[in-house]
């Protein structure tokens, strides 16, 4: 005689409990870079949009972009020679070289505007 088999159900429902409340893992975040000077990301809000503004970055030291907003954003120096790529709600940039005396806005809000003052 054949058996048909059984589908797979929890032995108790103590397992079943169990797995539910299982913690999740911690949503991941890219950390910034020990020694980088951080722009925050405000708002659309024209040259007070980024704090501070002008930044200093003394020499050897890198510049991140963090936006504390709640739109993607996108840092691109006037002279094209930085870009941060687009920058989601909550993330970093990836650490960047400041050129001196440089102007940078957003590709998607051309009224967010910086400075860096080195
Ligand atoms: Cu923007």
Redesign the pocket.
């Known amino acids: 005689m054949r058996r048909m088999r059984r589908p797979h159900w929890p032995r108790s429902l103590c397992e079943c409990v169990r797995s539910a409340a299982a913690p999740r893992r911690p949503r991941r975040t890219r950390r910034r870079r020990v020694g980088a000077v951080v722009v925050e990301i405000l708002g ?1 809000n024209g040259d007070r949009s980024l704090s501070p503004n002008p930044i200093d970055v003394p020499a050897g030291r890198a510049v991140v972009w963090h936006n504390g907003d709640f ?1 993607t ?2 840092i691109v120096f006037d002279a094209g020679d930085l870009d941060t790529r687009e920058i989601r709600a909550g993330r970093f940039s990836a650490p960047m070289p400041a050129a001196a005396h440089a102007h940078y806005h ?1 590709t ?2 051309p009224s ?1 505007v910086g400075t860096c003052a080195r």
């Open positions: 659309v739109e954003h996108h957003c998607i809000h967010m």
